[in-house]
């Protein structure tokens, strides 16, 4: 009875609408919003795309349309990746899936909170304090490599038109910022692979790694060490960016 993602569609729990805009309300259908948050939702898109990117790289054709939802949710180890690998790779997508979700939440009501705060006002730079430690690198790591989007290359692609939006600055120019889902996709992906990053950091496990070889895909052991691959760039607005 506790509502979570797998059972709010028990009658008496209403269905809470996804802030991706495209899940919840009268008109969906009563299942449970598990197919949403963990496939279908862009949050989870954007982390399964980097998988799928990854596995294709070692062959075009070991991974033709994607995994599946069964090798995600059942753990079961796609063709060319090793099932011990394969289980780490698993728990962090889906881990990293509902982080995004909350991301994608408190990124909405933030917007929301700032458009009732600025209303009649000029809206005034925010500064944080950035929280040390090797996470929060990784993270603004793949921000930086983020760098560059311009609305000019979205309305150029024809996609996504309400990924961005304008805020007025102190000098009445106009700045591109991304959209709350926007953000929330680059820190779920960030956030994976912070995970993967981090386990490959413990070393390598006593069990079950023998046969990873320095070509697996995602994590593979090189040498003495385990190694964990880089993100590649999220590409939902039309046209593949270069990979550093």
């Not at 991301?103 to 009649?120: P, V």
């Not at 989007?149 to 007025?168: G, L, V």
Request: glycine share 8%.
């Amino acid at each position: 009875g506790i509502p979570l993602p797998g059972n709010t569609h028990l009658s008496r729990v209403p269905i809470k609408p996804c802030e991706c805009g495209s899940y919840g309300g009268d008109t969906d259908q009563p299942y449970s919003p598990r197919m949403h948050h963990f496939w279908e939702c862009p949050i989870a898109k954007a982390v399964r795309e980097q998988i799928d990117r990854h596995l294709r790289l070692l062959s075009p054709a070991t991974i033709q349309g994607g995994i599946t939802r069964q090798q995600l949710w059942l753990v079961q180890a796609p063709t060319g990746c090793e099932q011990a690998p394969w289980d780490v790779i698993a728990m962090a997508a889906l881990s990293s899936m509902e982080y995004g979700r909350y991301c994608l939440r408190a990124a909405t009501r933030e917007q929301r909170q700032q458009g009732a705060s600025t209303h009649g006002r000029q809206q005034q730079p925010q500064t944080r304090t950035a929280e040390q430690g090797p996470r929060q690198r990784a993270i603004t790591d793949f921000f930086n490599r983020l760098g560059g989007f311009t609305q000019e290359e979205d309305e150029a692609a024809n996609t996504h038109p309400s990924i961005y939006t304008t805020q007025p600055t102190l000098d009445n120019a106009v700045q591109t910022t991304a959209s709350p889902l926007d953000q929330a996709q680059a820190r779920t992906v960030a956030d994976f692979w912070t995970r993967l990053h981090s386990f490959a950091a413990l070393g390598i496990p006593k069990y079950g790694w023998d046969r990873v070889g320095p070509h697996h895909p995602i994590l593979a052991i090189v040498g003495a060490q385990l190694r964990c691959d880089s993100p590649m760039e999220i590409t939902d607005r039309g046209a593949e960016r270069a990979e550093q």
